[in-house]
């Protein structure tokens, strides 16, 4: 979690005669905005043939009850309820489209940063409705439209529906699902989730996660009372706040008030989103790069920069662990050895700036055993530092080897290698390809540190990286390759559908996912584990992610089209990975529930170089 | 049907261990081409981390033993039949790899048109295959891949299920569809459509005519002995061949020869042919168009071209419809008329080079009615036309007024207005607009001919189509512009789903079809058909379409992405017309079974201009 910015918390008028007032009441109780109507509820305009009918003065308030970035900054316009844009009745369905036209470019006109509507039905009713949303909110420059979801479709909250009937009532997911689908993911639609009294179940909550989520509505009937007479949330939505808190949401509150104030609604929401803060090293580092697609690194094909080396040694765990796995691998040579008193030979292939070769020392020192290191990198920049190093630190316990470890011919053979090669996927930054060249240099009952390390999936449901990798596109004369391109991204808004399966380390494999609830698959992410020595591991599979570690994000493989999933599909999934004398890369398609073509065929549109 | 090629028909070897008997057999019997094996079918090779194990002498044929002409037209190469690319077991599958790569690379090398394989399994047991034949084939230059799939499932066949169990059983279809999609419908890849002894149903083998079935395989086994002897096909397989033949298909002859001369097989299959050429007008004058997308005309934004006028009043049936319509006009006018002897007056807007005057005139000569035309044209070029028969033939019968119609005023009112201002899907040539201004100057109890039209959609199953428009596509950079565009097609290989419904004149309809079968939706058709007068009428839809008329294909309007359909779902469709001052153009989007996005919202990728 990552907000650092105050609470943003609005306050909701279902009439607003006199706009000056509302503000004033908001302002006074700590609300930071309103929603109004736009036009006043009675006041319905008959159109004919596109013009409105000449009634008694204007249909609505003049822009100067407020200055231009009051508008603009306080205000989100109410769409009129009564506009029926996919009628069957013609002049119900007319006079609703030329309202809704009115009242989209009077919002453009003053300037308000959102207008918001209530979604009540499927696209099937609503698709002329989503059209002229679409077609209005495009050509308006900065207008936004939050759509109105409730939580719990109210058929199924109004009747009292047998348990193994409530699959068949349409979800309000799927209403949003296929409204913002017809729109094209457009940008400029978000969600208002109504928060509903009797929460779904966890898992169609956390469908939510992947959902461009503006705004929780909170009815003020939700709240409860405690012993100091204050209105406070049940533990669920306590729950639910800090969830969605993750996606830097803000509130609306409606309904009637029923305190003394209503600025205790505020400093109750104010006080919650306080306590969603919090500043671990992996959320300091991360701010900022939620769901932010960034090219993964190819330190092999190109030299890191020394303040990537710089950001990467400050990992309080990594190197922490590597050298607990070093110090056991030390004492698993010694007790094998017959000569005590010989100097342990340990490789660092890759060293970088030096960091595993710190690990090592202090590791030899911890077990007191001599050792001896050989700091093997391809980096000359690096390797300067290595040298400086060596020359005023280490010494003759460290010899620094300006090479390529595919290229070199090492003196003597290793006790232990120890190397750092995995990227988020495990092998994508070409552990495998450097690896073999040094197995020769290996004593036979060697140690390898990592010892093993293994690459996970699971599919994904994220409109935000659908839409950036989207963006991408659309700038890009190359079409498809942003959709074939992998990605490493601090994953944030999103669900990660199904537990992750394992993808074993050959070149081709299969995975199958069960569907558990109507969804979107977007795209997979990928993880590693890895075990260094014994049972010293890290991890960045969610459900065994090492603590405070924040070297390395997930990766994203994207697909070209969203596939809309039901509950009981499943996905089947092929990831290859594929190389050639220059390159390597990963090739994925998918065959179940829908087959789809082959991303990224022959490398071309993104490999990783030898 | 528009086959004016002669037959081409290949015959199969299991073996050929010598190539020059082969093609001396084949061709002696008069066949086209022949099928062989690539490399002998014991001929297994093992191949040991990519290097082919030596073994004693070459792994086939060498290529001097036909000059390279007879390589590159007369041979199709089949693959080793052992090759499991898919196999669980790593050797097996490697050595599949290999050999495949292998053969592939020598069809290359011997220039060969084609290669051949058979498929007899899911994708989620073929992706490899698909993976590897997808990645090779792209980069050869010129061959084709000929994908051998049964029209029934073995497994239906082998044992004999109950009735419902049937549809659960994957069809070899769904096989080939798969495959395709994960090859993301490379051109290169063909159908050999096996054809089986008991033929399916006729829905599923009408499903054959949506995708690019390159050639027909007939097992000798199929064929029935007639009284005189000779090899002939039954009712039904004739059926089928009159069905393919329009798509312009190759046959292929397998199996033992069962009778003196493997000569007669051809024979047959060769008069079979001949018998499903046609040389009727329409097809006459379409022939080169299928499948061709064109856009379709602007009359009025553009003025058509002389050479365009005269291909269209060449319609045969088109003209003498609106003759007869104009003549039962005439007689209804007459018969309500008090003063017998006056004058009928006649404006035919839009007349073009005046094929509609001249009707006008026939009929009034037919019914002994003298008639007054106004010929109303805005082209100024076919004005000169007009006016020179005004002067040479008409005289003062005929008036040519040189006008746009919607910007004329007319001396007087007209008893009849005559107009041809039809597009494919009926008012896309902006019919409505045109005749507005027309309106006041027709009589109270006036006729327009044509008196009413309607519009209709059908979903269209058509892989060629769909790769037409993706290849404008990938020619240019507005990459969604072209599958948001409607063309004028003259539709062949493809399969309309469902027998088309009405869309009525109204500016939003939505339009419901059940899916009968699991297939591929690639867009949707447009036809009309238009009540002239009492019941004389004109229809390109296909059940009702006008015998021997040519003047209208059917308009396409593509999907931007294919939508797989399972039997029993439902297709809802939204088509709009809209307009502004200066354009009028049509948006589309699905809600059923997946929703789609809008396609030319806001008209941003094609319009028709007023």
Request: proline fraction near 6%; include cysteine; hydrophobic fraction near 35%.
């Amino acid at each position: 979690m990552s907000n650092q910015r105050p609470v943003s918390c609005g306050l909701d008028f279902c009439a607003a005669p006199d706009l000056n007032n509302c503000l004033f009441t908001a302002n006074s109780s700590k609300y930071e905005f309103i929603c109004v109507p736009l036009v006043h509820p009675l006041f319905k305009r008959e159109f004919v043939s596109g013009s409105a009918k000449k009634r008694a003065g204007p249909f609505t308030r003049p822009d100067i009850v407020l200055c231009s970035s009051d508008w603009n900054t306080l205000i989100i316009g109410k769409l009129s309820p009564h506009i029926k844009a996919d009628s069957k009745n013609p002049s119900l369905k007319k006079n609703s489209e030329e309202t809704l036209k009115q009242e989209l470019a009077l919002a453009s006109h003053l300037g308000l940063v959102g207008v918001t509507f209530k979604l009540t039905k499927g696209i099937k009713e609503n698709a002329n409705l989503s059209r002229i949303i679409c077609d209005k909110v495009s050509s308006m420059c900065s207008l936004q439209v939050w759509i109105q979801v409730p939580m719990e479709n109210p058929i199924k909250q109004a009747y009292s529906y047998r348990e193994e009937d409530c699959g068949k009532v349409e979800s309000p997911w799927e209403w949003w699902n296929a409204f913002r689908i017809v729109c094209d993911y457009n940008r400029k639609l978000g969600v208002a989730l109504i928060v509903s009294h009797d929460l779904p179940d966890q898992e169609e909550i956390d469908r939510w996660l992947g959902e461009p989520v503006k705004c929780l509505i909170f009815p003020t009937t939700l709240f409860i009372t405690n012993k100091k007479g204050y209105p406070v949330l049940s533990k669920a939505h306590q729950a639910l706040v800090k969830k969605f808190a993750m996606l830097e949401v803000q509130f609306v509150l409606t309904g009637q008030n029923r305190y003394q104030s209503i600025t205790y609604y505020h400093n109750y929401l104010e006080y919650l989103w306080k306590d969603c803060e919090s500043d671990g090293a992996v959320e300091r580092y991360a701010r900022g790069y939620e769901d932010y697609l960034q090219c993964p690194l190819q330190p092999l094909m190109d030299n890191l920069e020394s303040q990537t080396y710089e950001v990467f040694e400050k990992d309080p765990v990594k190197y922490s662990q590597y050298q607990t796995a070093i110090y056991q691998a030390i004492s698993a040579v010694r007790s094998k050895s017959e000569d005590k008193s010989r100097k342990i030979i340990i490789m660092v292939v890759g060293a970088g700036r030096g960091p595993l070769v710190r690990a090592s020392l202090n590791a030899a020192k911890k077990a007191n055993q001599p050792i001896k290191v050989y700091a093997v990198e391809k980096n000359p920049n690096a390797v300067l530092t290595l040298q400086a190093l060596e020359k005023d630190l280490w010494e003759d316990k460290v010899t620094v080897v300006s090479c390529d470890m595919r290229e070199w011919n090492s003196p003597e053979n290793a006790d232990i290698v120890v190397s750092e090669l995995l990227g988020s996927f495990g092998d994508n930054e070409l552990s495998p390809e450097c690896l073999d060249g040094i197995q020769r240099f290996v004593k036979p009952d060697g140690i390898c540190i990592p010892t093993s390390y293994t690459s996970y999936i699971a599919p994904v449901q994220s409109s935000k990286l659908y839409n950036e990798v989207r963006q991408c596109r659309d700038k890009d004369k190359h079409s498809l390759a942003h959709f074939e391109t992998s990605y490493v991204v601090h994953l944030q808004n999103n669900i990660i559908m199904l537990s992750a399966t394992i993808t074993d380390n050959s070149r081709y494999d299969t995975k199958v996912f069960k569907v558990r609830q109507n969804s979107v698959l977007h795209g997979f992410s990928g993880y590693f584990d890895t075990v260094l020595f014994n049972n010293i591991t890290l991890s960045i599979k969610p459900s065994t992610h090492s603590p405070g570690m924040f070297s390395w994000f997930p990766i994203f493989f994207p697909i070209r089209e969203p596939i809309q999933l039901k509950a009981g599909d499943q996905i089947v999934v092929h990831f290859w990975r594929q190389c050639n004398s220059k390159n390597v890369w990963y090739e994925w398609c998918i065959s179940e529930p829908f087959p789809g073509p082959i991303h990224n065929p022959g490398g071309r549109s993104y490999t990783i170089g030898l």
